[in-house]
């Protein structure tokens, strides 16, 4: 991905189309091309393991079958070379992900640290008569993930045709309750039950008194080192197969994680230990030959040594506009100290809307905003925060939808450390009024980011 080339984007999940699926992708597609955007960034696609967070997924590779427009569950006989191949590739994967599905519906939804020994074990002789009887089970799951692939790479060659890029997003860690974990034991620091012992989070800082306890298991990272980080460049391929440019969500973690014992409920107790990402990011590179399309979000407190490593490999860092407006001079938010090597959002998936953020906040507060923005008039407020983002030094400038639609509160897509109401939003076609392309393409010409489409 060139960051020497000024661009701009969307940030829109496919689970906010208006039909919550990627039926709708093409004619969203159809829009932003109208409008001159050439990024659309999702989150993750993974297939949620409870709720609908994106972020705690049951496999780090499966893709959510519910977000892809229904296929005719099965295979044609011209097909099936072309599935058996396709399963051939992904067998690192594919198999242990239908396997933890099915056993996992068939003992209630459990975790697989509470399923049987012989399952939750892996034990070869239970694990042959599983595969045996649920043959049919097993398939319907792998021809789910077939399918969508085969829409994806259709979708794709449709996003190229208009000049856009696909922009995808992969958290750090892993779900404990997750394929991966279950087949991979031993790439994760866990007790002989299969139970993490020391899990991941953040510790306490101003905005929490205990830090954050996510709870996802750690990486035996020195098991992963040993054998060249295999199952994390296995990961990346299959990112960069489905997408142009991938956000590492928590990059500071690949330069060290704050390690809380699994017993303790909250992250107080936490220490921070150094991780390979060094080692791990050359590992990525070889087979990238080198050009790593790769974002770090390094938002929140970052230390010298994440921002040397994001250096170090030439990866682009991010920056939100909502986090502008303080008293401190260096603030990397602030559009004066935004660097060309930056993705530049107005807010993200966890912010509140711009227009929802503007009108909660403290009356005394509103005049300083107002003052950097240049505007006199609240009302213009949304429109100003667009503005300075698209006419930043950054390279890439992202919109959410929810921002270019000047939505409040209501639209936000979710509210970090809650576990209700989150991820549902979704827009209507008719919110895409007539004028609302031609408006935003204006926009993104005067900026000197509007796309050039491919000549056919």
Known sequence: MNFDLRRAGLLLHPASLPSGTLADAERWLDFMDAAGFGMWQMLPLGLPLSGRSPYQCASAFAVDPRLFPPGDRKVSRAGMRDYADWCDRQSHWLDD??????????????????????????????????????????????????????????????????????FGDMPLFVAHDSADVWARRELFLLDDTGHPTMVAGVPPDYFSATGQRWGNPHYNWDVMQADGFAWWRARLRAHFEWFDLVRIDHFRGLAATWMIPAADPTAVHGEWRATPGVA???????????????????????????????????????????????????????????????????????????????????????????????????????????????????ALAMLPL???????????????????????????????????????????????????????
């Not at 519906?105 to 239970?126: I, K, V």
């Not at 300083?368 to 240049?374: A, D, F, I, N, S």
């Open 280 to 394: 791990l990011l050359r590992a990525i590179g070889a087979d990238m030959r080198d050009d790593l399309p790769l974002v770090a979000e390094d938002l929140g407190i970052i230390t010298p040594d994440v921002t040397a490593l994001r250096l170090q490999f030439g990866l682009p860092g991010m920056a939100v506009l909502q986090f502008a407006f303080d008293g401190h001079a260096d603030n990397p938010h602030k559009p004066e100290n935004v660097q060309p090597d930056t993705v530049y959002y107005t807010g993200t998936h966890d912010n509140d809307t711009t227009l929802g953020w503007w009108r909660t906040l403290p009356d005394h507060v509103r005049p300083e905003v107002m003052q950097r923005l240049g505007v006199t008039d609240p009302g213009t407020v949304p429109d100003a925060m667009i503005a300075t983002v698209l006419e930043s030094r950054a």
């Open 402 to 456: 929810q921002d270019v639609l000047y939505l409040g509160s209501e639209a936000r897509m979710n509210t970090p450390g809650t576990s209700h109401g989150n991820w549902t939003w979704r827009f209507e076609w008719d919110a895409l009024a007539p004028a609302l392309a031609p408006r935003l393409l204006q926009q993104l010409q005067k900026a000197h980011r509007c796309k050039t489409t491919p000549q056919p």
């Open 97 to 166: 992900y239908a396997r933890f599905i099915a056993i996992k519906r068939e003992q209630g939804g459990a975790s697989w640290t509470d399923w049987p020994p012989p399952l939750r074990d892996r034990e070869p002789r239970t694990m042959a008569a599983f595969d045996a009887s649920h043959a049919d089970v097993l398939k319907a799951m792998k021809v789910e993930q077939f399918d969508a692939a085969a829409y994806w790479r259709h979708l794709r060659t449709v996003a190229v045709a208009r000049g856009i890029h696909l």
